[in-house]
């Protein structure tokens, strides 16, 4: 397979960049002093793509690459993909998922924690000496709160799974109601959002979720509501967001995804209610070596005929 091209878009992962060029013929997009002039000279050499949470294949790429037999994403999120463009074209896309649901599903109850519990400002209190000064102001408990899931796929699921740990009365908004499962189901996320009190973004992007979180959505979850993203930043209308917390129309945020990452309002830095986190979901070093080989497993199996281990398109 040493001699099959395969382009990487960013540099995601120390070890699948080991791997891919182990096995393959490796071209390091990020690194290209002129990538349109490099695909432009290599189009017919290129026959897969790997991409990840910020860098995938746009239909502009795709187009260029005339040989490309498949795109295998190092992320479950998809979004960076022009999935049409591949279906029409016959380009397999694979992408992670699985591997990483219970990283994600750990850290979105990591940051509910922080945020009520307020631990990185109880941290930041002790790092800079106030403890002996007195005593921390009193916080907000966690166990028992009402928390409403946008999106009960694997990901939402396990959140749930975790909060119900936490005797959370647990709520859901998908684009039709789950017949096996016991939660409440709301038919619109403002419904959902009047109705808890943690409120978590956990479904795909896609163009009917870009800004599900909306003004309306944030007013409905309120000055004691509290909202955990850590599904894709474009999930939620970013401006209205900071305004809210600037404005204490919202209780808190809990933060991993971002509209434009790495660029986080500046507004929010100064907001004890707010923990910001740099899209770390699925960032441990097993469930990151696990994601690589499912990469490097796609498209083994690919280039051997053989089926795909999580095959999308
Ligand atoms: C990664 C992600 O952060 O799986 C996703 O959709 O956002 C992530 O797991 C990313 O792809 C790391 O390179």
């Not at 060029?21 to 290129?46: G, H, T």
């Not at 990840?52 to 187009?63: S, V």
Request: charged share 25%; proline share 6%.
């Amino acid at each position: 397979m040493e001699s099959i091209g395969v382009l990487m878009m960013c540099p995601a992962n120390p070890y699948l960049e080991e791997e891919l060029d182990k096995r393959f013929k490796l071209f390091r997009y990020w690194k290209l002093p002129q990538p349109q002039q490099f695909i432009k000279e290599n189009s017919n050499s290129i026959k897969a793509v790997v991409g990840n949470a910020f860098a995938g294949a746009d239909a502009d790429l795709i187009e260029s690459l005339p040989k490309l037999e498949i795109v295998s994403s190092f992320s479950v999120g998809l979004d960076k993909i022009d999935l049409n463009k591949c279906r029409e074209k016959g380009i397999r896309v694979t992408n992670t998922p699985d591997v990483l649901t219970e990283d994600v599903a750990d850290l979105a109850i990591g940051l509910m924690l922080a945020v009520l519990r307020r631990l990185c400002e109880c941290d930041r209190y002790v790092r800079k000496g106030l403890w002996k000064n007195g005593d921390f102001k009193l916080t907000t408990k966690f166990t028992g709160k009402s928390v409403g899931i946008i999106g009960l796929g694997r990901i939402g699921t396990a959140i749930a799974k975790r909060a119900e740990a936490f005797d959370c009365p647990i709520s859901y908004y998908s684009r039709s109601e789950k017949p096996d499962t016991k939660y409440k189901y709301y038919p619109s996320v403002v419904e959902l959002a009047s109705n808890c009190q943690v409120l978590v973004v956990a479904c795909p992007l896609t163009p009917e979720t870009r800004h599900i979180v909306n003004r309306k959505v944030i007013d409905a979850l309120g000055p004691k509501g509290v909202l955990i993203n850590i599904g894709r930043g474009p999930h939620v209308d970013e401006a209205e967001l900071v305004s809210a917390l600037v404005e204490g129309r919202l209780g808190g945020a809990g933060l991993d995804v971002f509209e434009k990452e790495p660029e986080v309002p500046e507004q929010l830095f100064d907001l004890e209610n707010v923990v910001l986190l740099p899209h770390v979901g699925s960032g441990t070093m097993e469930t990151r070596t696990d994601m690589a080989n499912l990469v490097l497993g796609n498209l083994e199996a690919h280039f051997l005929s053989k089926p795909l281990l999580t095959p999308v398109v």
